[in-house]
Structures are given as structure tokens and as C-alpha cells.
């Protein structure tokens, strides 16, 4: 019996041994696995890091991220490639095009929301909800009204909760810290209210869906002429600063005096080209040549021509002065009507004029005189501006069971943009 109790205490022993050895196998596989994890989120927090050393002003007035530096061995695809300027561009357009459509969305329930109800405030407006929300945390909470308002304020929030997330809180627990007036602790929390991920998701599939029949690219061309005059900005009707606007890129001068009498050639020749389509298509004006003609071609043609360019004439003057000249002037007259004294209640501005001719600029002339009006006015060099960094390293990792080296090569890349993906 005793030898038999002996038997089992040395297979126990051996069993146990083996148990040992392969909980010591495991245990440094884990080790070893968490190790180049570590590795990894580390390698990703470095290139995170160094694209976080982004040009501030760049970025603030243009809406472009890039790293100015030397090390070409890091980093890559700089600003000066037409692709990656394109694609930093077209996706700030697009993130701003759901912006604008959004508010115009609020617009519309906003107005409708006042005429049915008499509500007076916007209950659909991201950057209000945001605002009013940093506005109501500095508050008193003793003030006498503060319980009005935090209650005027849960009613918005509930109201934008279908379209709208909360990041960093739920809307649930919001609500209890504000009624609680716990304003310090939502402060800590710091929440902020942002579009939910299923309404650009959706706007992405419909802007794809369009530029797919969209052979001409006239999407792409609107957000580029968009974004120069938006963002770059226009001198003609502006106080003149040392830096260089969307006229530069019409007609590479540097200077007002020699852009003007460009910029003013350029509105002619489009008002004449609208104008002379009017002729043709509007009965008033058409009418009016065939009386004075006759109907004979050639005369139709040269009284067309006339009244086309003295129109012209007076639309550029009107447009310089930043009066809106419509596009079709139908019903609304022309000027030579007045004499060149009327002003039309709305219609296209300066600014609008620079958009239809930034479209029809050639996209290789857009890029090149766009890239130098950065640099001049940013003082930066494209070619070391830079939108991504890769990482390359090869890590060891010493086991402490097996004592031996365990490598592995580490490949990481980090992008703002990536020209072909991001790029809508």
C-alpha cells in the first residue's frame, strides 16, 4: 500500500513539473505578446506626438495640417504634391459642406418650430448647444434664475438628442449634474457635443454617389474655388494687407494695381458671355434687338454685341463697387435701362464672380499659384510640410524563462490625410 501511495506521489510530482513548465512556456509567451504591444502603442503614441507639432497659424486660418521639418527620413507627403494639397482641401470641404447643411437644416425646423409653437430659440444648433453649455457652467449657481435656465437648456439637448452625441458624458447623466447644479464636476468631465457618425456616414455615401456621375468634376472645382476665396480671402473691395489673396491665383500678380485691371477684364468677359446668352433667351431683350434690327442676322448680331458689353461694362462697375449683379437678370431689368443708377435687391457679389472663375482656371495653374500664396503668406516651404510620418524600428525582447532574444521589425504610418482614401 505504502509503495503504491508512493507510485502516485512521483507521478503527482511529474505531472506537476510538466504543469509548471508549461505555465512558465505560457507565461512568457504572455510576456513576451504584451511586450511588443507595448512596443506598438508606443511606436504610435511617438508618431502621434509628432504630427501633433503641427503648423498653428496654417492650420487655424487655412484649415490645413503640416509639419514643417527636415526629416525627410520620418516624414512624408508634403503639401507641395498637387494630390495631398488636394486631398487636405477636398476634406475640409466636405466636413464643411455637412456643416453648412446641417445648419441650414436647423434653419428650416428653427423657423418652423417658431411659427407653430412661438418658440423663440434655436433648439437645433450644434455650436449654440456647445456654447450655451460653457456659457451655463460659468454661471452662478446661486443666481436666482439658474434653475429657468438649466431647464431651458435640458429641453434643447433633449431635443437635438436624435441627430446630436454627447462625448465625454451621457445625456442621461448631464441632465442629472445640471439639475443637481453639480457644475464643477460636468466641467472635470468636460463634454462637448458633436454630429452623430451616422449623418456623415450618410452624407459621405450621398457626395460619393454624386461625384460618381459627376464626369466633369464640378464638385471637386465648387470646394477648391470655394475654399480660395473663403479662406484666402479676396483684396479688390478689402483693405490691402501684405499678404496674398484669391485675385493672385486669377492672375498671378502679387499687387492691387496690377490685378485690377486683369480682375476687370476677366468680370467683362463673363458678363458679356452672360449677357449675350440673355439676349438670346429672354423675350424682352431679344424683342427689343429684333425691333431695332429688323430681324436681319448680321445687324441682330452687332446691336446684340452692343448692348451686351455696355451691360457689361456697367455690371463690372456695379460688382467692383460690391453691388450683386444677378446672373440672369430676367424680370429685374438691365442697367442701361437706368443709366447705370438701378441696384438690384439681390443676386451674385464679388466674391461669387471670383468662385465662377476660379472653376474655369486650370487646376494645374489653381495648384501652382495656390501653393506659392501659402508660402508667401506663411512663410513655410511646401516641400518640408509634411501631412505623414512612418516609423521603422526593430525591437528584442529578452525572455526571462527561455533566455533568449525575441525580434521583431515594427513598420507604423500616420496620416491627416491619405490621398485616393480620405479623399472624398
Given amino acids: 500500500m505504502r509503495q503504491e501511495r508512493g507510485s502516485i506521489t512521483v507521478f503527482l510530482t511529474i505531472l506537476l513539473a510538466f504543469l509548471l513548465i508549461i505555465g512558465l512556456i505560457v507565461s512568457e509567451y504572455a510576456h513576451i505578446r504584451f511586450s511588443f504591444r507595448k512596443a506598438q502603442a508606443d511606436q504610435y503614441l511617438a508618431l502621434d506626438q509628432a504630427l501633433s507639432d503641427f503648423d498653428r497659424p496654417l492650420f487655424q486660418e487655412m484649415g490645413l495640417l503640416g509639419v514643417e521639418t527636415d526629416r525627410t527620413e520620418y516624414y512624408f507627403q508634403p503639401l507641395s504634391e498637387r494630390e495631398v494639397l488636394e486631398a487636405s482641401i477636398l476634406a475640409l470641404m466636405e466636413e464643411r459642406r455637412l456643416v453648412d447643411l446641417t445648419n441650414r437644416v436647423e434653419d428650416l425646423i428653427n423657423q418652423l418650430l417658431d411659427r407653430l409653437l412661438g418658440l423663440d430659440f434655436e433648439l437645433f444648433d450644434v455650436q449654440e448647444l456647445n456654447d450655451d453649455l460653457h456659457q451655463l457652467l460659468a454661471r452662478d449657481v446661486e443666481s436666482d434664475d439658474i434653475a429657468s435656465v438649466v431647464a431651458e437648456f435640458v429641453v434643447r439637448i433633449v431635443a437635438a438628442k436624435p441627430y446630436v452625441e454627447l462625448r465625454g458624458i451621457s445625456f442621461d447623466r448631464l441632465k442629472d449634474l445640471l439639475f443637481d447644479l453639480k457644475f464643477e464636476e460636468i466641467k472635470q468631465l468636460s463634454p462637448y457635443f458633436t454630429l452623430k457618425d451616422n449623418l456623415r456616414e450618410n452624407y459621405s455615401r450621398v457626395r460619393k454617389t454624386l461625384q460618381k456621375y459627376d464626369r466633369l468634376r464640378v ?74 434690327t429688323g430681324g436681319i442676322p448680321k445687324l441682330f448680331a452687332l446691336e446684340a454685341l452692343r448692348l451686351a458689353a455696355t451691360e457689361a461694362y456697367m455690371d463690372v462697375r456695379h460688382i467692383l463697387d460690391r453691388k450683386p449683379v444677378p446672373l440672369y437678370k430676367g424680370t429685374a431689368g ?54 505623414a510620418v512612418k516609423d521603422e524600428r526593430e525591437v528584442t525582447i529578452t525572455g526571462n524563462v527561455l533566455r533568449r532574444d525575441f525580434t521583431r521589425r515594427l513598420k507604423g504610418e500616420l496620416y491627416y490625410v491619405r490621398p485616393g482614401i480620405d479623399q472624398p
Fill in 219 to 292: 464638385l471637386d472645382r465648387f470646394d477648391l474655388a470655394d475654399y480660395a476665396v473663403d479662406y484666402l480671402g479676396y483684396s479688390l473691395t478689402r483693405t490691402d494687407k501684405e499678404t496674398l489673396h484669391t485675385e493672385f491665383i486669377l492672375t498671378s500678380a502679387e499687387t492691387k494695381r496690377f490685378q485690377r485691371p486683369i480682375i476687370s477684364a476677366e468680370l467683362f468677359a463673363l458678363r458679356l458671355t452672360l449677357n449675350l446668352i440673355e439676349v438670346t433667351i429672354n423675350p424682352v431683350m431679344r424683342n427689343r434687338v429684333i425691333a431695332t
Fill in 334 to 387: 438691365w442697367l442701361i435701362d437706368s443709366g447705370g443708377f438701378k441696384r438690384y435687391s439681390s443676386g451674385w457679389t464679388y466674391p461669387d464672380y471670383l468662385k465662377v472663375m476660379l472653376m474655369l482656371t486650370p487646376k494645374s495653374i489653381y495648384y501652382n499659384r495656390l501653393q506659392h500664396a501659402l508660402e508667401h503668406n506663411y512663410d513655410l516651404d511646401l516641400r518640408q510640410t509634411f501631412t
